[in-house]
């Protein structure tokens, strides 16, 4: 079984600031995947960064990136740069082939 | 290349109706999973389909089924509607190569009301 637990139903973060998204998860598998997928107003939700557990370093996506503590299972999502496009809920979730469980979801507003 | 299609995209329908729902993968793709979006449980997964073999089951009641077509083309049904079927029906394709990773590439949804 899985489950994924982010704990900030909401954060707000000036244009141009860095903001950091918590999560951390639960799993059974020892070969894992975790995911940070966003999810904008009314559009479709698209992959923003990926992290194969078996990998120490970090996954980098231009202002994207993750801090990944796996005896902590952790897995935050740290956003720098901030642009009003980023304004969307963000999921975490962690998987295996095509089965994906997801966190509850931050509402990440930028403003001006 | 096109993305992942969902139809239709908006559906009213009352409670004990059955609904069918559509998703054709991007081209090439040949795994579809399914997932319910509502705000209370949040994002769930339904099933995964392969080859047109239904290939992993999430906790969701025999009321919630799907089938998968030779051109990887999917459908979900929902029979006997509840009011607490009111969501967000998202579909997602990945290619399910042999690898532990494949992406997936999510439709727009369909937007379920149940009256």
């Known amino acids: 079984a899985q489950t994924v637990t982010q704990s900030q139903p909401e954060m707000s973060v000036q244009e141009a600031e860095t903001v950091t998204l918590s999560c951390t998860y639960d799993t059974s598998e020892s070969n894992y995947y975790l995911f940070w997928y966003k999810q904008p107003p009314s559009r479709q939700m698209i992959l923003v960064i990926r992290?194969?557990?078996?990998?120490?370093q970090n996954a980098t996506e231009n202002r994207f990136s993750v801090n990944f503590q796996k005896a902590a299972k952790s897995f935050s999502l740290k956003i720098s740069d901030s642009q009003l496009g980023d304004t969307a809920m963000y999921f975490c979730a962690t998987g295996t082939a095509s089965k994906l469980t997801f966190g509850t979801g931050t509402r990440l507003q930028v403003t001006l | 290349k096109a993305g992942v299609t969902q139809t239709p995209r908006y559906l009213i329908k009352t409670r004990g109706q059955q609904v069918t729902l559509s998703c054709s993968p991007i081209s090439g793709h040949r795994s579809v999973s399914w997932y319910q979006q509502t705000p209370g449980q949040g994002l769930q997964f339904l099933f995964e389909?392969?080859?047109?073999?239904?290939?992993n089951k999430g906790n969701f009641p025999g009321r919630f089924s799907g089938r998968q077509f030779s051109n990887s083309r999917s459908e979900m049904n929902v029979s006997t509607l509840e009011l607490g079927d009111s969501a967000l029906y998202l579909c997602a394709s990945s290619l399910a190569r042999d690898s532990n990773y494949n992406e997936q590439f999510f439709g727009p949804g369909t937007r379920l009301t149940v009256l």
């Open positions: 389909y392969f080859s047109e073999t239904q290939r």
């Open positions: 992290q194969e557990a078996y990998k120490q």
